[in-house]
């Protein structure tokens, strides 16, 4: 007989392996033998019937998509039972209902034809959360977030079928995650509306699954959130430390990407950053996409302006939006915080929304830039702080010297610009975005114990802001 039965079961173990912790795996996988494959029929050979039921009870949601995965679809399912007094007899058992379909079952005498498992459990139309707002018409694009913007748009095109799944968006708080993941999510639901979208945070999560477990209903809770076609999850970092709360996920998780389902989650840093996530959860996070969504860059704040003044129906001139977009530079939310004030000052002492008004707003309001820095100016001034040439900074040297003034340039940059690391990159010696990354974080790790490296910090931003 064909040994090929066999190698298509090393298969589903070595998938499963991937997908159970190592001790689940020992016990109740290693002793599963492929007793044959014929005609689309499978038989597994497993040691008693307590180890059958075990398997159907708790894993059969994992196995169930992984034999599909080898095998195809349409397969019958048999077990064959070892019985334990007499060790070389075996005898043929067909799965329960729950399992993969096999041969009709006898109920009273009457042959009935099984539950399909591979028919998902029918549940009620889903809230999907989502703001109507949130959609990529108003979701204005620029260097900062192109990457994020473009693949989203892929995702919502073809959701789960399509090379970024998972989609993981990280980046700072208020640069406008949350609108674009709910535009992917608004996006799939004008394509499909009986789709299964559903948005959310990963708090809520958290607080929805510490309810299941007081109320003994986590297998409920795990099968709804399977139910899902796309999920949407922001704020993944919460999760940080809350093992059972991640294990849970966990395997939702796999279930989902497994189906072929979507999932685009966001975070305030990347996956490599992450704390308190166990390892193979930030395996699963790093299978798709990372993309960063940067703050944003003038042009990208000015849009947002119009777009906020536009929709609140005010009149504010081109020189007042020019001034907000030039000094409110960290995110979207102190933009749109810093038009509503004016509106308030401006209905309250019943003036004008002028330069005089909105310089008084900022000042109170935001951090301000006192002066347009750009990379030309951090790159003049580390120069001459360091006496060295600007055509020297961009070369590809490695003398230690000209590497930490690069390296100083390229954080000072990062700190008091809006610009992209990758636009840094190119402009300090055509280097990629990871390279601005590992710099900047090379940078901040040796302020904390270098006062000669902070005495030289001190000293150019002070000649930047001169």
Same mark, same amino acid.
Not at 410 to 427: D, Q, V
């Given at each position: 007989?064909?040994?090929?039965?066999?190698?298509?079961?090393?298969?589903?173990?070595?998938?499963?392996?991937?997908?159970?912790?190592?001790?689940?795996?020992?016990?109740?996988?290693?002793?599963?033998?492929?007793?044959?494959?014929?005609?689309?029929?499978?038989?597994?050979?497993?040691?008693?019937?307590?180890?059958?039921?075990?398997?159907?009870?708790?894993?059969?949601?994992?196995?169930?998509?992984?034999?599909?995965?080898?095998? +195809?679809?349409?397969?019958?399912?048999?077990?064959?039972?070892?019985?334990?007094?007499?060790?070389?007899?075996?005898?043929?058992?067909?799965?329960?209902?729950?399992?993969?379909?096999?041969?009709?079952?006898?109920?009273?005498? !009457?042959?009935?034809?099984?539950?399909?498992?591979?028919?998902?459990?029918?549940?009620?139309?889903?809230?999907?959360?989502?703001?109507?707002?949130?959609?990529?018409?108003?979701?204005?694009?620029?260097?900062?977030?192109?990457?994020?913007?473009?693949?989203?748009?892929?995702?919502?095109?073809?959701? +789960?079928?399509?090379?970024?799944?998972?989609?993981?968006?990280?980046?700072?708080?208020?640069?406008?995650?949350?609108?674009?993941?709910?535009?992917?999510?608004?996006?799939?639901?004008? =394509?499909?509306? !009986?789709?299964?979208?559903?948005?959310?945070?990963?708090?809520?999560?958290?607080?929805?699954?510490?309810?299941?477990?007081?109320?003994?209903?986590?297998?409920?809770?795990?099968?709804?959130?399977?139910?899902?076609?796309?999920?949407?999850?922001?704020?993944?970092?919460?999760?940080? &430390?809350?093992?059972?709360?991640?294990?849970?996920?966990?395997?939702?998780?796999?279930?989902?990407?497994?189906?072929?389902?979507?999932?685009?989650?966001?975070?305030?840093?990347?996956?490599?950053?992450?704390? &308190?996530?166990?390892?193979?959860?930030?395996?699963?996070?790093?299978?798709?996409?990372?993309?960063?969504?940067?703050?944003?860059?003038?042009?990208?704040?000015?849009?947002?302006?119009?777009?906020?003044?536009?929709?609140?129906?005010?009149?504010?001139?081109?020189?007042?939006?020019?001034?907000?977009?030039?000094?409110?530079?960290?995110?979207?939310?102190?933009?749109? +915080?810093?038009?509503?004030?004016?509106?308030?000052?401006?209905?309250?002492?019943?003036?004008?929304?002028?330069?005089?008004?909105?310089?008084?707003?900022?000042?109170?309001?935001?951090?301000?830039?006192?002066?347009?820095?750009?990379?030309?100016?951090?790159?003049?001034?580390?120069?001459?702080?360091?006496?060295?040439?600007?055509?020297?900074?961009?070369?590809?040297? !490695?003398?230690?010297?000209?590497?930490?003034?690069?390296?100083?340039?390229?954080?000072?940059?990062?700190?008091?610009?809006?610009?992209?690391?990758? &636009?840094? +990159?190119?402009?300090?010696?055509?280097?990629?975005?990871?390279?601005?990354?590992?710099?900047?974080?090379?940078?901040?790790?040796?302020?904390?114990?270098?006062?000669?490296? =902070?005495?030289?910090?001190?000293?150019?931003?002070?000649?930047?802001?001169?």
């Amino acid at each position: 007989m064909s040994l090929e039965h066999v190698a298509l079961w090393d298969k589903c173990l070595n998938i499963i392996k991937d997908n159970v912790d190592e001790i689940a795996y020992e016990k109740w996988f290693v002793p599963i033998k492929s007793h044959s494959f014929e005609d689309n029929v499978l038989v597994l050979q497993v040691p008693s019937h307590f180890f059958q039921e075990h398997i159907e009870e708790n894993y059969m949601e994992l196995l169930r998509p992984v034999i599909t995965r080898v095998y +195809g679809q349409h397969i019958k399912l048999y077990y064959k039972v070892t019985v334990v007094e007499n060790p070389t007899t075996t005898v043929n058992v067909s799965s329960p209902e729950k399992s993969i379909p096999v041969v009709r079952n006898m109920r009273q005498g !009457r042959p009935v034809e099984p539950t399909n498992p591979f028919q998902a459990q029918e549940y009620d139309d889903l809230a999907s959360q989502l703001n109507p707002y949130y959609t990529f018409n108003n979701y204005y694009s620029s260097d900062s977030n192109k990457v994020a913007r473009v693949t989203g748009e892929a995702v919502a095109a073809s959701p +789960g079928n399509n090379p970024f799944n998972p989609m993981f968006i990280y980046g700072e708080s208020g640069v406008g995650k949350t609108h674009l993941v709910q535009a992917i999510g608004a996006k799939i639901k004008e =394509q499909n509306p !009986r789709s299964r979208v559903l948005y959310l945070s990963a708090n809520l999560f958290q607080q929805q699954y510490t309810t299941a477990v007081r109320n003994n209903q986590v297998n409920d809770f795990i099968n709804f959130y399977q139910s899902i076609d796309v999920l949407l999850m922001d704020d993944i970092q919460e999760f940080a &430390g809350k093992i059972q709360t991640q294990n849970t996920f966990f395997h939702i998780f796999n279930h989902l990407h497994l189906n072929g389902k979507q999932l685009v989650l966001t975070c305030d840093r990347p996956p490599v950053e992450l704390e &308190g996530i166990v390892p193979r959860l930030l395996t699963r996070f790093k299978w798709g996409l990372q993309t960063e969504v940067e703050r944003p860059d003038y042009s990208l704040r000015r849009d947002i302006l119009h777009n906020k003044i536009e929709r609140d129906g005010l009149s504010i001139s081109d020189d007042v939006v020019d001034y907000i977009a030039r000094n409110v530079t960290d995110n979207v939310r102190d933009l749109e +915080g810093t038009i509503v004030s004016l509106m308030a000052h401006a209905m309250a002492f019943n003036h004008d929304i002028t330069i005089d008004l909105a310089e008084q707003v900022v000042a109170r309001s935001v951090k301000m830039v006192k002066k347009q820095i750009t990379i030309d100016t951090v790159r003049n001034a580390v120069c001459t702080y360091y006496n060295m040439k600007p055509e020297t900074l961009v070369t590809r040297s !490695r003398k230690r010297e000209i590497v930490v003034a690069r390296q100083v340039a390229m954080f000072l940059t990062k700190k008091h610009t809006s610009m992209a690391l990758a &636009g840094i +990159g190119s402009l300090l010696g055509r280097y990629d975005h990871a390279t601005v990354l590992h710099a900047c974080k090379t940078i901040e790790g040796q302020m904390q114990v270098d006062k000669e490296l =902070q005495k030289s910090l001190n000293e150019i931003e002070k000649m930047l802001v001169a």
